[in-house]
């Protein structure tokens, strides 16, 4: 029987489901093994949890599938979880030592495995990849689920508004001029470390002395006294060498130790090696996905009025502000043959009315206040085609799987790996170019049966069994 040890900084089963995509798809791949007599399955979580005691340990934990998974927790990790917490010093990823220590200490005692499986580095460091040395037979593999890797707030994503070039990074340069979305993280920080020490019950003076000696730690916010910083203020904290080397430090301990480095998407694994990351340790392995097992006859438009819909929330890197301008900008005689639907979970009321004021210029225009799988398929049953107008380099959204399962071919941004699910490039604008937008989705309406290409170039989603036959020839 086969030893897999699975890491992330989130427990798999957590019920908040806190980790986003990252949790469902652990959750899905360790219930997949757990149910395969020839392997035996271990998990670890680490970086968001803390006693008062001194020390770094790690404790075994319940899970919701009892003993066919054995699941641990680090407490007192030296790095704190996800990885915002930590992007004010990010010199404690590569300098730390403890946590390989704790990681070792974990192998010897629990271990060892035939393979670990990173699915993030967030509590831990890639400074833990040195365990290959110890175990050299043991097989380390780590899935690209977001850019931790090459970027502390994971997502490359420039001051909160654009998608990070070289030029932004400029050498670490741009990392300390990031202030805005530094501060924005920085407020969580200290109101999640609040909460990790209230939920302690300590005293109030046991907690301040907590959140200085050990949640903390950056020497500037033990001279404020824990003083938060002002909405909007510049506070630097690491050094533009010290986010250079946290890059590089890492792609560094990729290359020397780790056996295969899975990408989402081919355009993660390219950004992976251009970032430096040796090519021939880097395999695209798309997730595997239950909609693959439910796709549907891909819908083609004959002609009329266009159905088109945006699924997700109003955020910038999605590409919200974007399409709503760009919708408001576009021909008025191309206009009226459209009908648009926004399914956007919002309780704004300016997003709301700058929605429905659209509906002056559309033949119709539609706001639902967000979805779920439940009603996916109700709401996806009359579209005609899905609109993700990603700004930044998303791994493979998963509203683009699911308009695709549902039938409904994708008009999307060059950025991240929505593109690939389809060869055809009538489906393809760059993304943030509003004038190539347009003339794209005028070839669509005023080319009906145009949507057969989109299908005609699709490529079969990824169902689990494939995918977890795929882990198992990796492993």
Not at 201 to 230: D, H, N, S, V
Not at 451 to 466: A, F
Request: with cysteine; hydrophobic share 35%; charged share 25%.
């Amino acid at each position: 029987m086969k030893k897999i040890l699975f890491y992330n900084w989130i427990q798999f089963d957590d019920e908040k489901n806190r980790g986003g995509g990252v949790t469902i798809y652990q959750r899905n791949i360790i219930n997949a093994f757990a149910a395969d007599d020839d392997y035996e399955v271990y998990f670890l979580s680490s970086g968001r949890h803390f006693s008062p005691k001194r020390k770094t340990y790690y404790v075994k934990t319940e899970n919701n599938l009892g003993d066919k998974c054995h699941s641990y927790k680090i407490i007192n990790s030296t790095i704190l979880a996800p990885s915002y917490m930590q992007f004010y010093d990010v010199a404690a990823y590569y300098n730390d030592t403890k946590m390989y220590e704790v990681l070792k200490k974990f192998i010897q005692e629990v271990g060892p495995f035939d393979t670990i499986h990173f699915n993030n580095f967030e509590g831990l460091t890639t400074n833990v990849m040195r365990i290959k040395e110890d175990y050299p037979d043991t097989r380390i593999i780590y899935s690209i689920h977001n850019y931790f890797a090459f970027c502390p707030q994971v997502g490359l994503w420039y001051k909160n508004h654009a998608n990070c070039k070289a030029e932004h990074f400029n050498n670490g340069e741009g990392c300390t001029d990031c202030s805005e979305w530094i501060n924005r993280k920085a407020q969580r920080t200290y109101g999640e470390a609040e909460y990790m020490l209230t939920s302690l019950g300590l005293p109030a003076e046991t907690k301040a002395q907590l959140a200085l000696t050990r949640i903390m730690r950056a020497p500037q916010i033990i001279e404020q006294k824990i003083k938060k910083p002002e909405r909007g203020a510049v506070q630097t904290w690491s050094t533009a060498d010290e986010y250079v080397k946290f890059r590089q430090s890492n792609v560094d301990n990729l290359n020397k130790y780790c056996d295969c480095v899975v990408a989402v998407s081919d355009r993660v694994g390219e950004i992976a090696v251009e970032m430096g990351v040796n090519p021939d340790k880097v395999k695209t392995l798309y997730i595997g996905t239950k909609f693959a097992s439910e796709q549907k006859p891909g819908k083609v438009w004959t002609g009329d009025k266009l159905n088109i819909i945006y699924m997700g929330f109003p955020r910038d890197d999605k590409g919200f502000f974007f399409l709503v301008n760009t919708l408001y900008n576009i021909d008025e005689n191309l206009a009226k043959k459209i009908n648009v639907t926004f399914a956007t979970k919002t309780d704004d009321e300016g997003i709301i009315n700058w929605i429905n004021g659209l509906g002056e210029k559309f033949n119709s225009v539609k706001w639902i206040n967000g979805y779920t799988h439940d009603n996916l398929n109700d709401i996806l049953a009359d579209q005609d085609l899905g609109i993700v107008p990603i700004l930044w380099e998303d791994n493979l959204p998963q509203v683009a799987i699911e308009m695709a399962a549902n039938g409904v071919p994708v008009l999307t941004g060059d950025l991240g790996g929505a593109k690939e699910l389809s060869d055809s490039k009538e489906f393809v604008f760059e993304s943030g170019n509003a004038d190539e937008f347009e003339a794209k989705l005028k070839a669509i309406v005023e080319t009906p049966n145009l949507t057969q290409k989109y299908w005609d170039g699709y490529h079969k989603l990824t169902t689990m069994d494939k995918h977890i036959q795929q882990l198992k020839e990796i492993y």
